[in-house]
């Protein structure tokens, strides 16, 4: 049994308080007593020794675990993003192709056309031909909703596409055509005199001093309309413009079959 002392001038001397007594200063333990300490000293560095090796082994399977799901969630975001490019690659080569094709139709068909209504060169010319021009009275309502008039002038141009076209696609390949700058900034309507093309009515355009400042300057389009002439076989653009064309080049004239 554990003995409670003080450290005296003659030795060791045992205290009466125990070891709540305040003179106690030693710890006299039996051999047995202090194995057993010894013990549980060792066990308990063990177990502690134990706790941090599990912990640290917790610790490393659980990065094992994130490094592992990382990296698969990774590879499959890789696959999906290399399925996705693959994906658009197929498509922007079929768009690409089907693109050629349209251009090649649409090559053809214009040079068919072209030989159809003795237009030359074939291979080259636009396809596009003035079938007549004349001045008409207008009616249109003012910014005020009054109805007025004006004398504008209609001319209808004749396309190098058949009605068999659908319109949706003619239509726009018409306007990109009728629209698009050469290598000189020239538009095809600008060889007829044509300066500009208002998308809206001729009462909106001369209210919209954004667009045209000084629109009595230019001669203006305004919106064209299509026409599928069953009797030609062509589909037709309608336009009306405020003034006259300028002398109709004679490649754009319609040839007398």
């Not at 001397?13 to 057993?36: F, M, N, R, W």
């Not at 636009?126 to 008039?149: A, L, M």
Request: hydrophobic share 35%.
């Amino acid at each position: 049994m554990a003995r409670f002392v003080k450290d005296g001038a003659f030795g060791y001397k045992a205290v009466p308080g125990g070891q709540s007594d305040p003179e106690c200063t030693h710890v006299i333990l039996t051999l047995k007593e202090y194995d057993k300490l010894l013990q549980e000293k060792a066990r308990a560095e063990q177990e502690a020794r134990s706790t941090k090796y599990s912990a640290e082994r917790e610790i490393e399977e659980a990065k094992r675990a994130a490094r592992y799901t990382a990296q698969k969630a990774a590879e499959e975001a890789r696959q999906t993003v290399a399925g996705i490019e693959s994906a658009l690659a197929a498509e922007r080569a079929e768009s690409a192709h089907q693109r050629a094709l349209n251009v090649n139709l649409l090559r053809i068909a214009k040079e068919r056309a072209n030989a159809d209504r003795k237009l030359k060169p074939k291979k080259e010319h636009t396809g596009y031909v003035v079938v007549f021009s004349e001045e008409i009275d207008h009616q249109y309502k003012d910014g005020n909703r009054h109805v007025k008039r004006v004398l504008l002038w209609k001319t209808v141009i004749q396309s190098p596409y058949v009605v068999d076209f659908p319109e949706a696609q003619v239509r726009k390949q018409i306007l990109e055509e009728l629209l698009q700058e050469d290598e000189d900034g020239h538009r095809l309507i600008g060889r007829l005199g044509i300066n500009g093309i208002y998308n809206k009515g001729y009462g909106s355009m001369i209210e919209d001093s954004r667009w045209c400042a000084d629109p009595d300057k230019y001669n203006l389009m305004i919106k064209p309309k299509f026409k599928a002439n069953f009797r030609d076989g062509y589909w037709e653009v309608i336009c009306l413009h405020t003034k006259p064309l300028d002398v109709v080049p004679t490649d754009m004239r319609v040839c007398a079959k």
